[in-house]
């Protein structure tokens, strides 16, 4: 039932930055961080090698909004933050 919560989410945040464009930031933020969560809550069920790849993608969907976040807002420390956790879970799946 939470993979659905999650994945309504990033369609409904994807549909979103489709119809505003990709200059919403915080559209992009909103997306980057429930990739993030999404990753974290599926990384605790990892029991193969297909599940640990899956988080890893999400994860790197996260840092793809977040990376769009700081073109548009370079001085952004909290997404700065973000993204070096998001680095260092998946350095801890690998």
């Known amino acids: 039932m939470r993979d659905n919560f999650y994945m309504s989410a990033i369609k409904d945040f994807s549909k979103a930055i489709e119809l505003n ?3 919403d930031a915080q559209l992009l933020q909103n997306r980057g961080i429930t990739y993030k969560d999404y990753a974290i809550f599926k ?3 990892i029991k193969k ?3 640990k790849t899956a988080c890893i993608s999400l994860f790197n ?5 977040f990376q769009k976040i700081l ?3 370079p001085q952004r420390k909290d997404i700065i933050s973000l993204m070096d956790y998001v680095k ?3 350095t801890s799946l690998k």
């Open 21 to 23: 464009g990709e200059e």
């Open 43 to 45: 990384s605790y069920k």
């Open 71 to 73: 073109v548009i807002q």
């Open 61 to 65: 969907n996260a840092l793809s909004d």
């Open 88 to 90: 260092a879970q998946v």
């Open 49 to 51: 090698k297909a599940e």
